[in-house]
């Protein structure tokens, strides 16, 4: 599977492009900012983009830009965006302007070269990616008048683990229950929170969207 990598750290860029490489990753091309990334994969478009969340020229959220020009001209392109800490609004970007194909994660996660590697790989499949941290606190945050109410503590578990981008029989083997099972809950979980199948919008984005915001 072919990448590219940008981040304008040079020591952590490079550190990066061995461990894509150690988990069985081409590295296809680094960059250290958003616009000579794009160059690149306009060029020559990768499997999948690995990019920081804050670069140059302002080190705000210009990765989300450069993701979004990456899948405007290239939209088969899967995005991975590295952050030093995680912030829910850049989440619920990349969840309502990006439809899949997307993933957000402490560059922490990075070191864990099994687990970043099969993230990445989910990434290029066109599934979404949530740092688990980022779950974690939503669950543990108290709410107020919280649209989760109606939901049993299982379908919140259920939900937390669709809010990281795992699919049913992933959830099923994380909570140990059946498939069917599983199925059953996102269906209550679905129907609790009023989501009705429609053409233009997934209920299971819908659904995590919920959680995000709550």
Do not use: C, W
Not at 1 to 19: H, K, Q, Y
Not at 24 to 50: K, M, S
Not at 169 to 176: C, E, G, K, P, S
Request: aromatic letters at 4%.
């Amino acid at each position: 599977m072919r990448v590219m990598l940008a981040d304008d750290a040079v020591l952590f860029r490079e550190g990066m492009a061995r461990i894509l490489t150690e988990a069985g990753f081409t590295v296809t091309g680094r960059a250290g900012d958003g616009a000579a990334l794009l160059r690149l994969v306009r060029a020559d478009p990768p499997d999948v983009a690995v990019l920081d969340l804050r670069m140059p020229p302002g080190f705000a959220a210009e990765g989300i830009g450069t993701a979004a020009a990456i899948r405007a001209s290239a939209p088969g392109v899967g995005l991975m965006l590295l952050s030093q800490y995680v912030e829910v609004h850049h989440a619920l970007r990349l969840m309502t302007e990006f439809d899949g194909g997307v993933g957000y994660l402490l560059k922490d996660r990075v070191s864990d070269l099994a687990a970043f590697g099969t993230d990445v790989r989910r990434v290029a499949r066109g599934d979404t990616v949530l740092d688990p941290e980022l779950v974690a606190r939503l669950v543990a945050r108290r709410r107020e008048k919280d649209p989760l109410d109606a939901l049993t503590d299982r379908e919140r578990a259920v939900l937390a683990l669709m809010a990281q981008g795992l699919s049913n029989a992933a959830v099923a083997a994380d909570l140990h229950l059946a498939i069917k099972t599983v199925e059953a809950h996102v269906t209550s979980i679905f129907t609790k929170l009023g989501l009705v199948q429609h053409e233009r919008e997934h209920r299971r984005v819908l659904a995590v969207l919920t959680f995000l915001r709550a």
